[in-house]
């Protein structure tokens, strides 16, 4: 007996349709903005009245039970630290701002978190949360991948009938596969130019948007 | 202190006006959204308006509503809470005003003292924001608008 084979006459392995696998794609970043969202309005929300609520309780301990004072003042803190790492996980989910306020403010706020120094040129334009999404992150990889004292980054994101054009130029052009990695599953292509020296390569990349 | 709460979501606002009562504030009423907030503060004046960000008219509606109340009321102090610390919210309030104007995330005002010291702060014509988006990059980002 052989596993992992079949003798079935005729089998063979399943591909699905591309275009199943592009909706596939799309849909998993309106999954992960819902996810986001969830986070927000729901767990974070809710850990934050509680936060007010022990503040409440702390208030109204009695001066003279310093230990239980600082028992709420030691859960308010935990709590604190659990708004941390649920914004950090929402921020790898859908970053809440790109949800919010789109493409720009939202590159533009990652770029100043990294400390890369970046010019972005965008018109506020939107293009729904799959292009939007792919678009951030392949940057956002793009920015992380950049040697410390790196020239300035421009960052070109523009319509072109029913896609997204996203121009990255002064980063290293062999990096073209976190563009590659993000735009291809929906669709996208990618084109790259080398540039005369190591960080002076242009990505393109167009992805279709809404 | 006469203040005004906005903010959609149910438990936290109830805990933000029982926190403010407990701090000897008089809470002048509340609202789920800016222009619950914009009618109330038409008839009855405070001096401070405590609004989330991201309430209805979504996305944004702290934002919008504040420029509405700054326009009407001007001597009316502004504090936006959020979840989120962003640059780009930062830059949005300073358009606001640059006066009595505050932005604090949600959990860092659940203390009375905290509470009080920043809605002073704001009642006294300060501006009071979020600490560590005062701190500037070596290598500061460049945003250009087409």
Redesign the interface.
Known sequence: MVFGSDHRAGARPYKPPVDACRLQEKDQWVCRRLLQRQLHDGAALRISALTLRLGLFRHDAPPEQAALQSCLDELQNELHAVLEELRDVAGKLYPPLLDQAGLGPALWEVADRMGRPVVIVESGERFGAAAEGAAYFAVAECLASLPAGARAVEVVVRRETDELMLSIFGVDARHVHLVDDRARPLGGTVDVVDGNRASAGTITARIPCE | MRVAVAED?A??R???V??LR??GHHVIGWAADGDQLVTLLSTQPADVAILDI?MPPE??GGLITAQRLRAAHPELGLLFLS??A???YLMRILEIGTESIGYRL???????DV?TDTLRLIQGGAIDLVRHLLSC??????????
Do not use: T, W
Request: proline content about 6%.
């Open positions: 979501g438990l936290f109830e805990g933000l029982m926190l407990a701090a991201r996305p944004d979840h989120y962003e640059s780009h949600k959990e860092k005002v659940g203390s009375v509470l990059n070596d290598q500061p980002s460049i945003k250009i608008a087409e």
